[in-house]
């Protein structure tokens, strides 16, 4: 009796196991066609951005960059920031920008998770709005290091198109 309801439990763990592996097979699959399909598209993958579901791809081509569904020309941008838990950490200014249109030290609206861990955000001005890519608070250094890979490419193209200052 003993040994049957051994049998039972392991070939129970086996299913889960198997069922597991199947499933972390398929989002592997996803993420990959997903990257495919950004690379057919002409993109460059800056950085694979976790959120509450999925990874939202940070990507950029010739003429804009794109979070998401959401596209950001790359002419309209006037300034970027880095944040922490809202704070601007570092700026780059475009030179061609006016100063009324660079919020260059405003502050992001916090939220209120504490302090038990910091969020990474990088802030994209543009000539119209403020986008703000949420690089996340998983471990510091993880988000610490999608949050300067997406604002090292917004102020690598600033640069190209006339001199961004820090």
Known sequence: MRDAVAAALALGLLVIAASLAT?????????????EGEHTLGRRIVAEIPA??????????????????????????????????????????????????????ETIDDRPEGIARDRWDVAIDTRDATVVVECGAIRERVSQELARAVFDAVKDELRRQGGGAA
């Open 52 to 105: 509450e579901d999925d990874l939202t791809l940070f990507t950029e081509d010739a003429e804009q960059f794109h979070y998401g569904v959401q596209s950001i020309d790359k002419h309209h941008i006037v300034a970027a920031r880095i944040l922490i838990n809202g704070a601007v950490i570092a700026t780059c200014v475009s030179a061609r920008a006016t100063p009324a249109a660079v919020k260059a030290t």
């Open 23 to 35: 499933t972390l097979q398929m989002f592997r699959k996803q993420r990959r066609r997903a990257r």
